[in-house]
Nanobody
Framework: AQLVESGGGLVQPGGSLRLSCAASGFAFSRYAMSWHRQAPGKERELVAAISSAGGNTNYADSVKGRFTISRDNAKNTVYLQMNNLKPEDTAVYYC?????????WGQGTQVTVSS
């Protein structure tokens, strides 16, 4: 089983990015999924989660109204649309099942918000 994140990069404050997480090796559509992030010197934190069918989502207070999690079960992919990015959003972003499974942490994708 594998999760591969992509879509990160360098963006100016106020900009947008869309992260993708491609899943393989397990029955993706049966599992709730989540996005997490870890900034330098800080613990990894939950950013957003989505139910298996996509009907229910929840977000960390710090990203509500700016980030949107979604999924395409036909493509075994979960997305994180990030708008109005702030410097404090700078981190490595990871996807995982929800609740997270330690065996599924991947390499993550770096998001840097800076002018």
């Amino acid at each position: 089983a594998q999760l591969v994140e992509s879509g990160g990069g360098l963006v100016q404050p106020g900009g947008s990015l869309r992260l993708s997480c491609a899943a393989s090796g397990f029955a993706f559509s049966r599992y709730a999924m989540s996005w997490h992030r870890q900034a330098p010197g800080k613990e990894r934190e939950l950013v957003a989660a989505i139910s298996s069918a996509g009907g229910n989502t929840n977000y960390a207070d710090s990203v509500k109204g700016r980030f949107t999690i979604s999924r395409d079960n036909a493509k075994n992919t979960v997305y994180l649309q990030m708008n109005n990015l702030k410097p404090e959003d700078t981190a490595v972003y990871y996807c995982n099942k929800n609740p997270p499974n330690r065996a599924y942490w991947g390499q993550g994708t770096q998001v840097t918000v800076s002018s």
